[in-house]
């Protein structure tokens, strides 16, 4: 457990609203990840951040942005939120020792 | 683009009873994760194998990494339905050293009878 939350933990929205998701961490990680989990899918990787301000697209980052301005807090905004974005979303922080990922306990996410 | 392809994908299996669930992957790497998740839940780290050869063990389960073979394996001991969960293999890319992008298997769902 390294200190993770993220809020909300559910949330509902209409096609074409912007939305934030927020990942808060305790541990001071550098290291932090968003990943999409869906059916048949298993995780796939959204956005990366390697530092404050130092953030990098993963395999899937169309139609998602994120920024990092302080070592906890490294948000998700979906830009219009379509019902392909529809998901479960998992943050996670990385151990600088052991490379061990750290995952909070999700947000689900349902575009109506 | 790396592949990652675990066996089974369901698993129903025997209290008591050993199995092994396969993870193979389609490029080199030398960092492998297994995690495991409950229904609703997030994912619990088990273990992370950051070389070839590394084998690591936590009470009935065991796992290990051969990178030649780009295989790992994640070994069941006499199984109890406290196992019954679905089990992720993720495959590390590394970038600068430490930034370890993960792709994830489907995972595999395991049922444990009585």
């Known amino acids: 457990d390294a200190g993770i939350t993220q809020s909300p933990r559910h949330k509902v929205t209409e096609t074409g609203t912007p939305v934030t998701l927020r990942c808060h961490q305790t541990e001071n990680h550098r290291y932090m990840y968003w990943y999409r989990q869906d059916p048949g899918h298993g995780l796939r990787l959204i956005h990366y951040?390697?530092?404050?301000?130092?953030?990098d697209k993963g395999e899937v980052s169309d139609g998602y942005s994120v920024s990092r301005s302080k070592t906890e807090d490294f948000l998700l905004t979906l830009e219009s939120a379509t019902s392909s974005q529809t998901s479960v979303y998992f943050c996670?922080?990385?151990?600088?020792?052991?490379?061990?990922?750290?995952f909070g306990p999700g947000t689900r996410l349902t575009v109506t | 683009e790396l592949k990652v392809e675990q066996n089974p994908l369901f698993l129903s299996m025997q209290e008591g009873k050993n199995y092994t669930i396969y993870c193979n992957y389609s490029t080199t790497s030398d960092r492998l994760y297994w995690y495991r998740q409950d229904p609703g839940k997030s994912l619990e780290s088990l273990f992370v194998l950051l070389s070839n050869g590394a084998v690591k063990q936590e009470g009935r389960l065991m796992a290990s990494l051969d990178t030649k073979a780009r295989l790992s394996t994640l070994h069941i001991t006499a199984a109890v339905h406290d196992l019954s969960a679905t089990y992720f293999c993720a495959v590390a890319l590394v970038y600068g050293g430490a930034t370890n992008k993960l792709i994830f298997g489907t995972g595999t769902l395991l049922a444990v009878q009585p």
């Open positions: 996670a922080t990385q151990s600088p020792s052991s490379y061990e990922q750290y």
């Open positions: 951040s390697y530092g404050v301000k130092d953030t």
